[in-house]
C-alpha cells in the first residue's frame, strides 16, 4: 500500500511538471516543505486552543481534523518529492528505522 502511495505521487509530480514547464529542484520542495509543516503547526495549534479566546472566530482561523489531514498529506507528498531526488526507497528507509526503533535498549525496560 505504502509503495502505492508512492507511486501516485511520483505520477502526480510528473503532471504537475507537465502543467508548471519545469521541474521543481530540491531546494523548492524543502522551502514547500517548510511552509506545509507551519501550515500543520497553525492548524494543530488552533484545533488545540493555543490561540486566544475568541480568534476561532475568525475564518483564518477555523480549521478541522480534515484540514489538519490535508497538511499532514502535503507533508508526505513532499518528503516523498524529496526522497525521489535523492534517489531514497521511502518505504524500506522507513521500516529499516521502525526496526532499529524497536531494537532501542529503551524498548527492552519492562513496564510496571
Given amino acids: ?3 502505492e502511495v508512492i507511486d501516485k505521487s511520483l505520477e502526480v509530480i510528473r503532471e504537475f511538471e507537465k502543467v508548471e ?6 531546494e523548492g520542495a ?3 516543505l517548510s511552509k506545509q509543516v507551519g501550515e ?8 488545540e486552543g493555543y490561540y486566544m479566546a475568541g480568534r476561532d472566530s475568525l475564518p483564518e482561523y477555523q480549521t478541522s481534523k480534515d484540514k489538519i489531514a490535508d497538511e499532514l498529506s502535503d ?5 516523498i518529492r524529496i526522497a525521489e531526488h535523492y534517489g531514497i ?3 524500506k528507509e522507513h521500516m529499516n528505522q521502525l526496526d532499529i526503533a524497536l531494537k532501542h535498549p529503551l524498548m527492552k525496560v519492562k513496564k510496571k
Avoid: A, T, Y
Avoid at 75 to 79: R, Y
Fill in 1 to 3: 500500500m505504502f509503495q
Fill in 21 to 26: 514547464k519545469k521541474k521543481w529542484g530540491v
Fill in 30 to 32: 524543502m522551502m514547500e
Fill in 40 to 47: 500543520l503547526s497553525k492548524n494543530v495549534m488552533m484545533f
Fill in 75 to 79: 507533508i508526505l507528498f513532499m518528503v
Fill in 89 to 91: 526507497d521511502l518505504e
